[in-house]
């Protein structure tokens, strides 16, 4: 398995030559996210080698150093990564990067309407699927801390803020810096509010 690992990461880090560092790889052209991570590594590989990128691009996506660090120690308690041991370490790692429930002193913390001009928080629609929309932050400028994503959706059109907009709380993904959304049919009209601590 160390051999095989070895050969992956070799041909993942050095793609065109050997003048091109696994970290200029990955910084400039390499994935954004954790399923543009296992196309990308699963590219010319065997369905064999799966468990292995899956791992690599769990650690490189955790959405926290502890969930990364719950990761790798389930792995390597289970024998390193398989077919099973995989798909049981994300589900740990899952509990990990649930938001913490607010303690009692700080339960009265207020939250507060983030980028109120959408200028310091940027983001895109990352897929579709099974009633599901999901969007993906690609800058937080201030690096402020997100507690809460709500999007707003209006199903009839044309749009205006007298149509009634459906309120839907995003469901942070584990992986990354993902929402999804739970929607009932095609939507014509959308905005998204970010949410965090008012000390943030």
């Known amino acids: 398995m160390k051999t095989l690992r070895s050969l992956l990461l070799l041909s993942l880090c050095f793609p065109t030559s050997l003048y091109s560092s696994c970290a200029t790889y990955a910084g400039w052209f390499g994935p954004s996210n954790y ?3 296992i196309l990308d590594k699963m590219k010319g590989q065997t369905t064999f080698m799966l468990p292995l990128v899956e791992e690599q691009c769990t650690v ?3 959405c926290n ?4 660090r719950k990761f790798e120690d389930c792995i390597s308690l289970l024998g390193g990564p398989g077919i099973y041991s995989v798909p049981i370490c994300q589900s740990d790692v899952r509990e990990a ?24 928080i940027k983001w895109k629609f990352c897929g579709t699927k099974a009633e599901t929309v999901s969007i993906c932050v690609t800058d937080n400028e201030k690096h402020s801390i997100i507690t809460r994503v709500v999007g707003h ?4 059109a044309p ?3 007298d149509e009634p907009f459906t309120k839907v709380i995003g469901q942070k993904a584990w992986f990354e810096d993902r929402y999804d959304f739970r929607m009932n049919g095609e939507f014509n009209c959308y905005y998204v509010e970010f949410f965090g601590p008012a000390n943030n």
């Not at 959706?153 to 009839?156: G, L, Q, S, V």
Request: charged fraction near 25%; include cysteine.
């Open 65 to 68: 150093a502890e969930a990364r």
């Open 35 to 37: 399923k543009e991570c």
């Open 153 to 156: 959706f209006a199903y009839k």
């Open 97 to 120: 990067c649930k938001p913490a429930a607010p303690s009692p002193s700080s339960s009265n913390t207020t939250e507060i309407l983030l980028d109120k001009d959408n200028t310091e």
């Open 60 to 62: 490189q996506f955790a």
């Open 159 to 161: 749009c205006t803020l």
